[in-house]
DNA sequence: TCCTCCTGGTTGACATGTCAATCATAAGAG
DNA sequence: CTCTTATGATTGACATGTCAACCAGGAGGA
């Protein structure tokens, strides 16, 4: 990628970019978490289970699957519904066809905050997000961010001193 | 700020545009502390307390001046400070000026440790971010980046029904 | 002095995340 | 059929964050 030869650490200007690049995604995660939790009650983490849950056939998924969609581990996704459950937002089955497994659906209740949380949702990430924002910028954050992605994914695990 | 009349929701384009940018964040959030604590040990929080006091005249800070310096709450900030405490990484003196204060002091094995985390921090942050990126985008990070913050900022705390 | 209010900081309760260990069942080898 | 291994999912221990309550000491006025 960058080839300015031996330099072992960023510029000041690559340092610069990188905190204000962490710093703003961090801001924008905690307003918008703050802002759906005042106009919904549902956190971001609620809002992707419930999210996978309403777009499933029969509202329900085994607990991998669901993992899988929304890109969670196992372990997380299990906490999490732990909790989800104890707010009676989500009901966990046992699953006939594999007696390890379980099917997670979504409850009357759950389904009717998901409403809720919807409008809330857009309303948030219109108002914070997508208004700072004209066409090109948008389209620009779509693509830098999708090549970060491409490079955390491809470089990520490898934590090897890189010179 | 944006006029297209009487839209809520965001469109498919702009919700892409959110969806990238907020996973990328959060995949490249994870990227980072993952390799600073293999290669270091050190967390990012460690790490942004650990410079300020570096920083810092006498290597050590009111307990309510570094939580500006880094931009934490209190609370966050003294809990941190216990756990890093009970790693021997700082200490903490009562302040004779004040006596409800306390100042924040680095220790030996603070400091020590601190240099070994600032290479491996600039590693991991060049080969994780700056080298995706050439300078045009990085350019282009650091202005929306700032953009972003600048509208959270004046917006985020006004929660209100905004059409 | 005494009373009230402000301020620096800590605490407890809880939500969220990560990691390694565990448990039960399924699947495959013999 | 039994033993070993793989898989689906949960658990426990801990790090990290947020919020509201608290506590102790300073500051100012009567």
Chains 1, 2 share one sequence.
Request: glycine share 8%.
């Amino acid at each position: 990628m960058t080839t300015s030869g031996t330099r072992k650490t960023p510029t000041s200007t690559e340092l610069a970019a990188w905190r204000e690049y962490i710093e703003a995604a961090e801001e924008m995660r905690r307003a918008v978490s703050s802002a759906m939790q005042d106009q919904s009650g549902v956190s971001s983490g609620d809002y992707s289970v419930l999210l996978a849950l309403s777009e499933a056939d029969g509202h329900r998924l085994r607990s991998s699957a669901l993992a899988d969609d929304i890109g969670w581990e196992r372990s997380r996704l299990s906490h999490h519904l732990g909790r989800m459950e104890k707010r009676g937002l989500v009901a966990r089955d046992r699953c006939g066809e594999d007696n390890r497994g379980a099917w997670i659906a979504i409850t009357a209740e759950g389904s009717s905050l998901f409403r809720t949380a919807s409008a809330a949702h857009f309303r948030v990430i219109r108002r914070l997000f997508v208004d700072a924002l004209d066409d090109g910028e948008l389209e620009g954050v779509r693509a830098v961010s999708a090549a970060l992605r491409r490079h955390v994914r491809s470089t990520g695990g490898n934590a090897s001193q890189d010179d």
